[in-house]
Structures are given as structure tokens and as C-alpha cells.
């Protein structure tokens, strides 16, 4: 029976009916529901890995060993990832190994907008690109077969779009794939360079066998309109926001699921049947430059935007020159709402206390916390991607001792990295140990709260659990830090609720000459146990007392607003978490309610 | 009850809101009722650092054959907005003649909080005068006189099904196997209190 489904479910479905064994991801938007729903199938024995190159080369290794594996992560998950992926192009397949990358035009959830579908055509791995939920079901199932049949890693492109629609699907049986008898074979395996020379050769070998199978797959198929007049090329989301744009114009299709190699015949054949071809594609002009670089001129870039998603609208208007009759106006400007730091959240004393200290630079990472950067707190000077703060930071402090030298008057900020704790599991730790043995004297904040939140609260290697919610070895901070050469006297665990704590523990980093770093403790707000606990507790102002200074409004809780120049507290919004409270000079708010059992 | 004609019914409905507001539930109702209605339905939500009180909003479409599943500008019939001001945020959204469905509710953002911007005046009777028939009231009231604040959702989800003469579903059993079964009674009530409001009829106090 068909079941509505997002893109995400269908991908975890069609890995289960494709007999896959083993899975590996790191949480990341729009990719983290891959692995939540494949954690639900017994058969399939799955992890979240500490990062996404872990989490392919764990999925590698399955492949290796026989067993039909896949590996999941967003769009920047794969440049941390790059570096197994293009030598599985080398190694290939011996259990089918299905690579997930899930892009983010519009940079909904992201720091960038990379396009991962040159990958293909870099590490020369076949490319699927489903359009809708059915298709991620059924070409995933197929992705397996094909690795296995062309000996190569299958790389799954989907995109925000792809991942979060939800549309009607036919899930199957599962097939049980039995692991394949190991065989060693390290002249297929150990990728030395004279190994990886010979391996070389057959990457173009097989490239002119991908290409023939691009040219006759159901994937690529042409759909011929009532009109010739035009053609359009386009594969992903892009086929459905050309079929939606031009459906009263007759137009015909080449709708491509399978674009990595690209079919050359295929294309020709196309484009000689149309007077015209256009390309739809988001982002980069990744098919655009292909069928260009057969003769064949197009048009993709010169009309639609390279940048943001694309939709019907944009597509139409583009080609045709219509766009829809305008809908209403109200005159009314609504207030920016950019997203913010939850009430209660762990992270803000610690921003609320940076807020408060002059001349640091703060170099913060991937997570919740980026948030920090916002006004009132604006704390933050830069964010890169995941686990550059500590390394970053420590580059910021030489560059600002060697500025010092430059002349008297020059100022040495302390630098403060800020990292959350999945995070520097994550790519932090490499920095830890960097800022070490280098002997900075930037000083490091791990905001620990026990959680992958920004992602939807996945475990990590600091809660405990497992995906599949099994206890296990949690990872101590604090030992890690000490074992990477952290003195002990250098680091300190605070309460992040304790803003007086904070302070004094940054104050105190702030003085070292050696790295030092601080454990801001207490679990995400959000956590359903925590918030269940924390249900009855809120503050209250008291009216009386309050002087309406605002002081608290620093902070930045939304659940504090002004109300006739006193403060008055969200109930509800608010989980007593007290740091508007410590804040308050005159002792006016107090926190009422119990926790509950 | 589906038949021939409801089946080539085809409608998009943007539902928005603030973050944690429950538009995410609203919208798996809808689109599971009107896929048991035979309809093609696709539906697109934003995830991720949309959230944590930001502007959300979740795009539904039905019809014989659904491709994209974005409605854009101009083009949705019903907007429900679970927030009043985010109600003139994507009030372009609408297609001329489509229906407003608005929570008289107001989340003052943080920039409103800290004094870096203002929340609007007379948001109700500003999208009164764009919108002919604008459906508006306070849905978290209504909800809380039935026990819950929370199902303002369901009540909004109600006031949206009348709108858009989606009542041949059978929206109480769609309810039965998509809310969780402690809630399943207060939610038919919100949701009858929102499909009878301003109809006069006493479900709808």
C-alpha cells in the first residue's frame, strides 16, 4: 500500500529492502532522519559515527568485508569524508557501498552552498539523483545492485527539498542479501602507489562502462510532449519544478535519476528531437556544462538564478515570461524573526558572560550556539565549519602576538574558541591537541550539553547511548582533555546555569599563559527528560522590586519581554533556569514551581 | 467519503507559524486526510536552524498529480497563519481570492524584546482589509476552554478543513491515527470548535 513519506524515510526503506548491513552517519540538516529511520530496522546493524569520514570508512570497510553498507551526511559531511570517498573510487565495492550526500540549496540549514554533484565527476563514482520519495525508495534499492555490478561506490545526491517533502511511496519486501564470503585481495585493496596506479587504468575503463549503462538505464528516460518547440533537461527537485512550471505548455523531458556519468547519447538524441533545450538545474550548471561540452547549445544559467533553491515560479517566468497575478498586500512590515537560543538554553551564561569581558575575539563552531552571534549577546567572530574553532583560534592568537611586535599600542586580544560537545568529538579534538603541543595561549569552551541539538538531539559519544538507544562507554571531557596534555590545573568544569562560575573560570582562562580550557556542563533545555523535569519551574518578576533597568534583557531570553518598563516572565516559554535571576541587580525575579520526578 | 469528484480536487494550503507552535502535526493531519481522500498529496517543511523560534512555515499540495512541492508566490489557496504578524510575512503567498485563516496570537521576537524593532499595529485589521473574509481568532483560547492551549493547532486545522470544504474526509478517524491517544478526545473537540467557528454554532464559544 502506498504510505506518504518524506525523502529520508524512503532512502532508510529502500536500504532495508536492498538487504543493506551496515549504516554510519553524523547528524546532519536535511540528512539526520536517514540513519534515525535505518536505526529502526533489527537487520541493519547501524551507528552514528563520530564524524563522516568515520562514518565511510566504517560503511567502507562493511563493503570491503562483503556486507551491502551505506553512509549518510549533509553536503559539507562529504569534504570531511572526501578523503575515503576518493579512494573507495579506487578500492570499489565488494558488498554494494551507497555514499548519501544531502545538499542544501538555499542554505536553509547550512554554511554553504556547495554543490555536491561535481563530486561524482571528481572521484568519477556513478551519481543517482531521485526527484520524489518513490524514487528514493526505488533507486537506493538499485544504487546497492549497481555498485556491486560496476565494482564502485554509488553516490546518492538528494537535497533539502528531496529529503524533507513527504509524497507517496510503494514500499517492497526486503531482500536478504547474504555478506559475501571475504576474500583478501590487497592489489585491489592497499591502495599503494603502485597498486593505486594499476586501480587508475580501470577508473577510465569504467567510466566507458558507466557511461554506456547512463545511455540505456531506466533512471534516464526521455518524456516526449505534445510539442517539440522545447526540451528540458533537468534531474532532482529541478524535474518537478519544470513539470509543474510548463505543464499547459506541452514541453518534452529528459529526466535524468542518473547523472554521474552524464549520457551523451542519450542527450544528443534529445536535443535533436526539440527546437530548443533548455537545462533546469539548481545551484551549479553541472549538466549545463556537460551537454555544452557535447555542441549542443542550451539554455540553464543565462536564465535561472545560480543561487538559493529554485521553484515553479522562477522556472516559469523564466522561460515563459509569466509570472502569476500578485496576491494581496497588508502594508504590514512584520518584525525580523531570525531563529534564537531557546529559553533555558545552556549556552546562553556562557555567551552572556563573554558578553561582558572587552577585548576577546571569540572563534565559534557548528551548532546551536552559533547563535551566539546574534544580538543582544553578539559575541561571536567567526564561524567556518565543524571543528575550526580551536584550530582557528589558535591561528587567531599567533597572528595576534606577532601583531604585537608590529609596534607598541597594538592590542592582544585573549581569544575564546567556543565548541559544543558532538562537535569537538566531532573535528575538535584534533585542534585540542594542535594548541597543546604548539603551546597556545588561546583559551577553549566546550559547551557540553549532552546532546546533538541543533540536529535534533542524536546521542554522541559524550551521552551514553547508541542510535539504536544502547548503554555504552560515555567519553569523559575532562579525561580527554587531560590525556591530550590539557594540565590539570587548566581545566575547569563549571555549571553553565551558573553564571558567577562562568565568569570567574573565563576570567581565569583569560589570565593563563598556557591553554586552558573550560567545561561548561548542564544538558540541552529541549532534552525531553530535562524539559519534563523542568515542566513546573518558571521565574517571576516581582513588580514591586523591579527597577524596569532591562539588565536581564541582556541575556537575550526570549522569554523575557518590558511591559510598561517593568520585566514580566513567560511562564510558560521559560524553564527557571535562573540566569536572568543572577543577573537581576536588585534581586527582584525568583523562581517558583518544583522540579518534577 | 471520496468519490470521482473529490478525487480531482486539488488545492495548496502554507501553513505558518513561529517554531514549536505544532504546525509540523497540523500539516501531517492534513496531508494524511487527504491522501486517504485518493488525492496526490505532496508536502515540504523546513527543519534545522529554521527552528528555535524562527519563521516556519510548511507548504501542502494536493490534486490528481502533484510535481513541485513548493507553492509559490500568488498561488496558495488557503494561508494559515499561526501567528499574526507572520500572517503579513507571507501574505504574498496567497493567490487574489484565496482565504486567510490567522491565530490572533502575537510571539514578539527577540528583536521586538530588545527594542531593535517593532511589533506592527492593528495586524488584524490590516489583513481584515487586504483579505475579504479573513477568518481570524485567538485558537489557543478556544483551546484552552477545552483543556489545552496546545491543540490551537487542530482548532486552526478545523477553521482551515471549512475553509477549503475539505469536510467529505473523515478527519476524526484521520485524528485517531495521527495524534497521540492520551489527546485524541480534546483534539476532536479543537477540531470541531475550529470547523464551527463563526458559524454561530455553540461548539464554536
Redesign the interface.
Known sequence: MRK?MTGNEAIARGAWEAGCRVAAAYPG??SSEILENIALYAEIDSEWSVNEKVAVEVASGASMAGARALAAMKHVGLNVAADPFFTMSYVGASGGLVIVTADDPGL??SQNEQDNRWYALHAKTPMMEPS?SQECLDYVRDAFEISERFDVPVLFRVT??IC?????AEPGERVDVPVKPYERDPAKRVMTPAAAKARRYLLEEREKKLREFSNGCPYNRIEWGASRKAGVITSG?G???A???F?DAGFSYLKLGFTYPLPDELIREFAAGVEKVYVVEENEPYIESFVKSLGIACEGRSLFPAVD?L????VRSAVLGC????????????????????PGCSHRGVFYALSKEKDIVVSSDIG?YT?GV???LSVTDSVICMGASVSAGIGYQKAFASAATDGPGRKQPKVFSVIGDSTFFHSGITGLIDAVVNKSESALIILDNRTTA???HQENPGTGFTIKGEATARIDLRDLCVACGVKQGNVRSVDSYDIGAVAKAVADARASREFFVIIASRPCALIRDVARARADLYCEADKEKCVGCKAC?KA?C?A???DGGKITIDRVACNGCMICAMICPVGAISRVGDFYE | MSDGKNQDRAGNILLVGVGGQGTILASKVLSEGLVRAGADVKMSEIHGMSQRGGSVSTHVKFGPAVYSPIIDEGEADTLVSFEKAEAARWLSYLRPGGMLVVNDYEIRPLSVLTGMAKYPDDVIARLREAVPGVIAFDAGAVASRLGNAKAQNIVLLGALVRCMGLGYIDWEAVLKDTVPPKSYELNVRAFEAGRAWGTGSPQAG
Open positions: 506518504i540538516t536535511p536553509f540549514s520524489d533539502t527539498r524533507h517533502s513527504k509524497s507517496a527537485i524535474y518537478q519544478h513539470r509543474e512550471a505543464k533553491e521553484n515553479a515560479g522562477i509570472k502569476p497575478e500578485p496576491g494581496p498586500t497588508s502594508g504590514v512590515t512584520p518584525p525580523p524573526r531570525p531563529p534564537v537560543l531557546c546551536c547563535l546574534a544580538p543582544p541543533m540536529t535534533g534583557l537575550g526570549p523575557l519581554a518590558p
